[in-house]
């Protein structure tokens, strides 16, 4: 068991696993990988036994349409006590993120999201205040990460017990703010990408010919997706000041001056991007769109539809949720002897 260092008064985890994460339309035009509702009550299960270590006194999770927590829970192995959000479901994205506003006014000390970049930027909406695990269950995720549950359960437990401050083992995660006739209309975490296409239809982005252009705050040359393309243009992490912005050159675009990068754009589709221009982003500093017939798509869906009469800005800010390092954490800890019986 983890020493207790301090006093814990109702340490408290909460859990939120989007069971429709891995299932949208990139599974069936790319590679896309899906991750069934067994493994998900698997990574739930195993977060729950990390947790135990950690005496954390209680998990809260929201209900979802596959009882993936519940299910997690149901096993002889389990002891920490775990209740539902009493809330009455929709089973939209709306759900997550009305749980996420529901934990951060119970109090909730770390948040374990099991999801894609969507999930978690619904999360964002709800609250930027609680440390965030996220474990990546999603297609092309940029924001979680590939973590093994039980590890994810101990790092969430320390920073909700106390034991390890979110200073030591966290990184605020930055945001791009969506500002259409003045008024802040949604954010993104990772990518807001200006769509050709009209309708949002099935909402996810695969096909780079529909992209006049796209605002990063990461490029990561070792992610998928439209960071990835970044990335191969000046790699930005999470911890890394300011984000990029990116215009791709259309069909009938002049050839000289272009940059052409050949990137993995979705799972298991390597190809050229050719970029006309790009720039980087200023935290707190406007950027306009041309005015036009478009979609948004933020983290990779499709979001808004937008018309020449939308005047609409991005901006960049360092104002989302603090990203525990499950690795840094889990150093720390050892470090500090969290790990030794007394």
């Not at 949208?24 to 509702?37: K, N, S």
């Not at 807001?192 to 780079?208: G, Q």
């Not at 259309?250 to 991007?273: L, R």
């Not at 980087?280 to 933020?298: D, K, M, N, Q, S």
Request: charged share 20%; aromatic share 4%; net charge negative.
């Amino acid at each position: 068991m983890v020493r207790a260092l301090v006093a814990l008064s109702m340490a408290t985890v909460g859990i939120i696993a989007n069971p429709a994460a891995s299932k949208d339309i990139r599974r069936l035009v790319a590679q896309g990988r899906v991750v069934p509702d067994w493994e998900k009550v698997n990574t739930v299960r195993r977060a729950l036994i990390g947790l135990q270590s950690t005496e954390v006194d209680k998990v809260v999770a929201m209900p979802d349409s596959g009882n993936l927590c519940r299910r997690a829970a149901d096993d002889s192995g389990i002891s920490i006590p775990l209740e539902m959000l009493p809330m009455s479901p929709l089973y939209t994205e709306g759900d997550t993120t009305r749980a996420a506003a529901m934990m951060a006014e119970m109090g909730v000390g770390c948040l374990i999201t099991l999801g894609g970049d969507g999930t978690n930027r619904a999360v964002a909406v709800g609250t930027n205040r609680i440390p965030v695990v996220a474990i990546s269950t999603g297609t092309n995720n940029i924001f979680p990460v590939m973590v093994e549950g039980t590890l994810a359960g101990i790092a969430a437990g320390l920073i909700a017990s106390g034991l390890l401050s979110a200073s030591d083992a966290a990184v605020v995660s930055k945001t791009l703010h969506i500002h259409v006739n003045g008024a802040p209309t949604e954010l993104a975490l990772v990518d807001v990408a200006v769509s050709r296409e009209r309708y949002v239809a099935t909402r996810a982005i695969w096909d780079l010919r529909t992209v006049y252009e796209v605002f990063l705050t990461r490029a990561e040359p070792a992610g998928i997706g439209l960071s990835s393309i970044g990335g191969r243009l000046h790699p930005l992490s999470l911890a890394d000041v300011g984000g990029l912005h990116y215009r791709l050159a259309g069909p009938d675009a002049d050839p000289d001056g272009a940059t052409t990068v050949i990137a993995p754009v979705g799972p298991g589709m390597v190809e050229p991007a050719t970029i006309a221009r790009w720039d980087l982003l200023r935290e707190g500093v406007p950027v306009p769109l041309e005015r036009r017939y478009c979609t948004i798509a933020l983290d990779g869906e499709r979001s808004l539809v937008l018309s020449p009469d939308d005047a609409v800005e991005i901006v960049l800010a360092r104002d989302g949720p603090p990203v525990v390092q499950v690795q840094r954490a889990l150093l720390r800890a050892a470090q500090l002897g969290l790990f030794n019986h007394p």
